[in-house]
Protein backbone atom coordinates (compact mmCIF):
# COMPACT_ATOMS: atom_id res chain seq x y z
CA UNK A 1 0.00 0.00 0.00
CA UNK A 2 1.33 3.16 -1.38
CA UNK A 3 -0.20 5.65 1.73
CA UNK A 4 -1.44 7.78 -1.43
CA UNK A 5 -5.04 9.16 -1.60
CA UNK A 6 -6.87 8.38 -4.99
CA UNK A 7 -6.51 12.18 -5.88
CA UNK A 8 -2.92 11.79 -5.36
CA UNK A 9 -3.09 8.95 -7.76
CA UNK A 10 -5.01 10.95 -10.37
CA UNK A 11 -2.75 13.65 -10.17
CA UNK A 12 0.08 11.69 -10.66
CA UNK A 13 -1.99 10.38 -13.59
CA UNK A 14 -2.59 13.00 -15.65
CA UNK A 15 1.17 14.52 -14.53
CA UNK A 16 2.06 12.07 -16.70
CA UNK A 17 -0.09 12.56 -19.38
CA UNK A 18 0.93 16.01 -19.56
CA UNK A 19 4.69 14.46 -19.93
CA UNK A 20 3.48 11.91 -22.75
CA UNK A 21 1.92 15.29 -24.61
CA UNK A 22 5.03 17.40 -24.11
CA UNK A 23 7.73 15.09 -24.39
CA UNK A 24 5.39 14.22 -27.89
CA UNK A 25 5.06 17.48 -28.86
CA UNK A 26 8.52 18.05 -29.25
CA UNK A 27 9.44 15.09 -30.83
CA UNK A 28 6.78 15.90 -33.38
CA UNK A 29 8.74 19.30 -33.90
CA UNK A 30 6.41 21.54 -36.42
CA UNK A 31 4.09 19.21 -37.06
CA UNK A 32 0.85 17.05 -35.24
CA UNK A 33 1.28 14.70 -32.26
CA UNK A 34 -0.38 11.49 -33.40
CA UNK A 35 -1.50 12.98 -36.14
CA UNK A 36 -4.10 14.94 -35.15
CA UNK A 37 -2.95 17.10 -32.32
CA UNK A 38 -1.69 20.89 -33.34
CA UNK A 39 1.52 21.16 -31.46
CA UNK A 40 3.95 24.25 -30.64
CA UNK A 41 7.20 25.02 -28.61
CA UNK A 42 4.42 27.32 -26.70
CA UNK A 43 1.90 24.19 -26.18
CA UNK A 44 4.98 21.85 -25.41
CA UNK A 45 6.12 24.34 -22.79
CA UNK A 46 2.83 24.70 -21.12
CA UNK A 47 2.33 20.94 -20.89
CA UNK A 48 5.59 20.29 -19.68
CA UNK A 49 4.65 22.53 -17.13
CA UNK A 50 1.76 20.95 -16.22
CA UNK A 51 3.13 17.99 -16.14
CA UNK A 52 6.09 19.12 -13.14
CA UNK A 53 3.04 20.81 -11.11
CA UNK A 54 1.39 17.43 -11.13
CA UNK A 55 4.28 15.33 -10.08
CA UNK A 56 5.09 17.97 -7.20
CA UNK A 57 1.51 18.91 -6.26
CA UNK A 58 0.72 15.59 -6.13
CA UNK A 59 2.58 15.05 -2.50
CA UNK A 60 -0.43 15.75 -0.36
CA UNK A 61 -3.84 15.26 -1.23
CA UNK A 62 -4.74 18.90 -1.05
CA UNK A 63 -2.78 19.84 -3.34
CA UNK A 64 -3.13 17.30 -5.64
CA UNK A 65 -7.20 18.23 -5.39
CA UNK A 66 -5.53 22.39 -6.33
CA UNK A 67 -3.88 20.65 -9.00
CA UNK A 68 -6.55 18.68 -10.47
CA UNK A 69 -9.76 21.56 -10.04
CA UNK A 70 -7.30 24.30 -11.18
CA UNK A 71 -5.65 22.49 -14.04
CA UNK A 72 -9.30 21.27 -15.43
CA UNK A 73 -10.39 24.68 -15.35
CA UNK A 74 -7.45 26.17 -17.11
CA UNK A 75 -7.77 23.62 -20.01
CA UNK A 76 -11.41 24.47 -19.91
CA UNK A 77 -10.26 28.33 -20.67
CA UNK A 78 -7.60 26.55 -23.55
CA UNK A 79 -11.06 25.10 -24.99
CA UNK A 80 -13.13 28.42 -24.35
CA UNK A 81 -10.26 30.00 -26.52
CA UNK A 82 -10.17 27.63 -29.50
CA UNK A 83 -13.95 27.66 -29.94
CA UNK A 84 -13.73 31.29 -29.81
CA UNK A 85 -12.34 33.72 -32.13
CA UNK A 86 -10.25 34.79 -29.35
CA UNK A 87 -7.88 32.09 -29.65
CA UNK A 88 -6.24 32.97 -33.19
CA UNK A 89 -2.79 33.39 -30.84
CA UNK A 90 -1.81 29.52 -30.19
CA UNK A 91 -2.11 26.93 -32.39
CA UNK A 92 -5.42 24.82 -31.59
CA UNK A 93 -7.77 23.31 -34.07
CA UNK A 94 -10.81 20.94 -33.99
CA UNK A 95 -9.12 18.08 -32.40
CA UNK A 96 -7.11 20.19 -29.64
CA UNK A 97 -10.50 21.76 -28.48
CA UNK A 98 -12.26 18.55 -28.10
CA UNK A 99 -8.67 17.30 -26.08
CA UNK A 100 -9.18 20.71 -23.82
CA UNK A 101 -12.65 20.07 -23.36
CA UNK A 102 -12.23 15.91 -21.96
CA UNK A 103 -9.27 16.69 -20.34
CA UNK A 104 -10.63 19.85 -17.72
CA UNK A 105 -13.52 18.13 -17.63
CA UNK A 106 -12.30 14.98 -16.36
CA UNK A 107 -9.51 17.21 -14.29
CA UNK A 108 -12.33 18.59 -12.54
CA UNK A 109 -14.65 15.35 -12.02
CA UNK A 110 -11.13 13.54 -10.46
CA UNK A 111 -11.02 15.57 -7.44
CA UNK A 112 -14.38 13.55 -6.89
CA UNK A 113 -12.64 10.66 -5.95
CA UNK A 114 -13.07 9.26 -2.15
CA UNK A 115 -10.07 9.98 -0.46
CA UNK A 116 -9.29 6.85 0.37
CA UNK A 117 -9.45 3.39 -1.52
CA UNK A 118 -11.98 1.05 0.23
CA UNK A 119 -10.29 -1.74 2.10
Request: charged share 10%; no cysteine; proline share 3%.
Amino acid sequence: MSGRTRVQDAALLVSALFLVLAVGGFVAGGSSLFGLFEVSVLLNLVHLAFAVAGAVLARTPGSAHAFLLWGGIASLLLWLLGVSSLGGWIPVDYDDNWLHLLLGLGMIGLPALPRRAAV
